[in-house]
């Protein structure tokens, strides 16, 4: 079955700074990768997804690239700000499901 | 429009009762997922549920565990007999029926606490 790798599992930068977040999956035929973020104790919010017809895509100071070739997709965010803080999971759907196959999760903190 | 929601957000059962837990989707979305979350980890997929059908269940445990979604009424994710194992935050999310892989809305979740 679809197995998603998520890098790195903790991330710090400076506020301002710009951070990235890579998955790697294993199914070359999923075409549906969302990326959520999860503060503390709230429910998976749904931040920015991609689908596999497309190569990037951008919603103010995120974007996701797609990687069909080599299989992994990132997620950058630019200038970055506090509330950015949070957990950050990757997700791809395998082909012929609906289910969500979730990477590890990223921490990332974000100091003033 | 309110989005997914789910009850009871906190659950307390002694080992060997049982647990159920009720999602209701967006209004329009006829597509409800259950996923687990163990403490610090990542969302596992439990059970994939369409009205009154089970579409994919291969997440679930296969004893002790079991879904469904009525006709009318919330989806109803159920735990008999739990175990301290059971312990975990678990989420439901919701999608619409437009015949393509859809974005799935997650509601704030039920903590299960296993004493």
């Known amino acids: 079955g679809e197995n998603v790798e998520q890098h790195p599992s903790t991330l710090s930068v400076q506020e301002g700074d710009s951070a990235v977040i890579k998955c790697t999956y294993s199914?070359?035929?999923?075409?549906?990768f969302p990326w959520y973020k999860q503060e503390l104790g709230k429910r998976p919010q749904l931040i920015i997804d991609?689908?596999?017809?497309?190569g990037e895509k951008k919603d103010q100071r995120i974007a996701v690239t797609l990687n069909k070739t080599a299989k992994h997709f990132s997620l950058h965010i630019t200038e970055t700000q506090p509330e950015d803080s949070a957990v950050y999971f990757c997700a791809a759907t395998p082909p012929g499901f609906q289910k969500l196959v979730f990477g590890t999760g990223t921490r990332l903190l974000v100091s003033p | 429009n309110a989005g997914v929601m789910q009850n009871p957000r906190h659950l307390v059962r002694r080992r060997g009762q049982e647990a159920r837990l009720r999602c209701s989707p967006m209004k329009g979305h006829s597509h409800v997922y259950w996923y687990r979350q163990l403490p610090e980890e990542g969302l596992k997929f439990m059970v994939y549920l369409q009205k009154e059908n089970i579409i994919d269940e291969s997440g679930m445990p296969k004893e002790r565990f079991s879904a469904e979604f009525p006709k009318e009424g919330p989806s109803i994710l159920r735990i008999q007999q739990v175990v301290r194992g059971d312990s975990a935050a678990y989420f439901c999310a919701s999608s619409s029926d437009r015949g393509q892989v859809n974005e799935q809305f997650f509601g704030p979740g039920t903590r299960l606490t296993v004493l």
């Open positions: 199914d070359s035929a999923s075409n549906y």
């Open positions: 991609i689908r596999s017809n497309v």
